[in-house]
Each structure stands twice: as C-alpha cells, then as structure tokens.
C-alpha cells in the first residue's frame, strides 16, 4: 500500500511540472498576444509567476529536506509554541511582496483603465456592447462616426441621443447580434453595459476582460494588432444560458470594416 501512496503523491508534481515545461511548446500556454496592451499585461503575469514560482520551489524543497531529514524512526519530535522570529518573518515577507505588487501593477492597471490614458488621443468610439442573457448586442455608431443621429434627439425626450440610455431607437446606427467587428491598427472604445445580470467581455487574446454592469456605461479601449477572427466570450456565470453566451469578434483593415458597415446599414435600411 505504502508504494501505491508513494508512486502517486510522486506521479502528480512530476506531471504537473511535466506539462508546464511542455506547455509554450504544445500551445497550451497563453493564447496569441493580439492587442497593444496584452504586453504589458502579460509582462505582469510572468512576473507573478517568478515570485510564486521561487516561493514554490523554496517550500517544496524545505518540505523535502524536512521529510528526508526527520524520516528516520530514532529521530525524536520537539514540541514548542511560539517562534517570534519566524512569524514575523513570514508576516513581513509576503506583505513585503504584495506592496511591491501593489506599486508595480499601477502603471499597467491605469493603461488600461484609466480614462485619461486614451484623453486627447486618437481613440475612436465604434460600437456600445451590451450584455443580455444570452447574448451579445452590439450597436454600431453609423456612417457619420456618430451615436445617433448627429444632433439629433431620436427618443424624444428632449436630450440629443448619446446612447447614455439603453433602448435602440431609430438611428443610422447598425446592430448585430453575437459579432463584434473592430478595425485593425486603431485605438477603438467601446461600451460596455448590460441589460439584465452581471456579465463579463471577455476577449483572450487581447487580455481583456471587463463586467457589464446593469446601468452602467463602462468604456474599454485597445487596440488590435493583427485581422482576424477571434471568439468573445462572457467570463461571469449570468444564468443558465451562460455557457452558450459566446460570439465572434472579427477584426478586418479599415476599409473592409468601412464596407462591411456600409452594407449592413443599407440592409438594415430597407427594412425600416
Ligand atoms: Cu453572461
């Protein structure tokens, strides 16, 4: 029996390491790194990875070295309370690692959350995204770059549309459903609201993931390195749906994104 347990609690950190090391060569690391900011994020997660890695490593090899030492059956135990040394060793230390984190996460949590970040740059608004069980709704600003009709109070309510309210009235805007189409090599905002519950935009690639809240307009910005295809997924359990809360997100070069909405809005023209 005794070899069964040791085969086994030998077997799984072998493994474990195992599939680590093998992992960046199998693609089962991290996916493509697609956005401007997913460096810098990326970056971060590297070196967290350092820190718990060597922690890791250090505990393991002190929990070796204390089973192997002390394994011998003439080996006595010693029983005391207290080390004060010790504890505030392993009281000063961690907190000493997380102010660290804490200092160093800044500049890359305010890249990409800050709204002053993108203030004054060429960061362009294309589409308001908005969660609903089960589903992602995405609204275009239309031909004229704008939300709404430029100028134009299109619920009526005495406010020119800014889409600070929910609702779709009738604008030149264009909607689809489950396909967020971006184009490439911009800085572009989108935002982020939802209808219902809790949800969460959730791009892998481009490292981003923000929650939809319920009355909330919440811009995200990045900018996409690379035309492709790329699955958008809600990353917050939102109902019994959540699992099929997935849609495309499809970045193409300007021009084709520019022709791509042309059409659509005439599309969605002829049925107004
Ligand atoms: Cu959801």
């Known amino acids: 029996m005794r070899i069964v347990w040791t085969v086994l609690f030998v077997t799984v950190p072998v493994l474990s390491i195992g599939f680590f090391v093998a992992a960046p060569f199998m693609n ?5 790194n697609l956005s401007t900011i997913a460096g810098d994020i990326d970056r971060m997660f590297y070196v967290i990875l350092a820190i718990t890695g060597a922690i890791f490593a250090l505990t393991q090899a002190v929990l070796i070295y204390a089973l192997v030492r002390y394994s011998r ?8 309370h207290e080390n004060n040394k010790l504890e505030i060793a392993w009281s000063v230390v961690p907190a000493g690692i997380l102010v660290f984190l804490a200092f160093y996460q800044l500049p890359t949590w305010g890249k990409a959350k800050y709204v002053t970040q993108i203030e004054g740059k060429d ?6 995204v908005v969660g609903t069980q089960f589903d992602w709704r995405v609204r275009y600003v239309g031909l004229d ?4 009709k430029a100028g134009v109070d299109d619920d009526g309510d005495g406010v020119v549309d800014n889409w600070t309210e929910l609702g779709f009235p009738d604008t030149d805007d264009v909607e689809t459903v489950a396909e967020l189409r971006l184009p490439a090599n911009e800085l572009v905002i989108i935002r982020l609201t939802s209808n219902d519950v809790l949800h969460s935009f959730f791009v892998p690639q481009f490292r981003i993931k923000q929650d939809a809240v319920p009355g ?8 996409a390195t690379k035309p492709g295809e790329y699955e958008l997924v809600c990353a917050e359990l939102c109902g019994w749906g959540h699992y099929r809360m997935r849609g495309k997100l499809i970045v193409q070069e300007r021009d084709k994104f520019n022709r791509w909405l042309e059409q659509l809005n005439a599309e969605e023209e002829a049925v107004r």
Not at 123 to 128: C, E, I, L, N
Not at 145 to 148: A, D, I, L, R
Request: charged share 15%; hydrophobic share 50%.
């Open 123 to 128: 960061a362009r608004f294309v589409a308001m």
């Open 73 to 80: 059956e003439d080996t006595k135990p010693v029983y005391f």
């Open 28 to 32: 089962w690391w991290l996916p493509e």
């Open 216 to 223: 909330m307009m919440i811009p995200v910005w990045f900018q």
């Open 145 to 148: 770059g704008q939300p709404g």
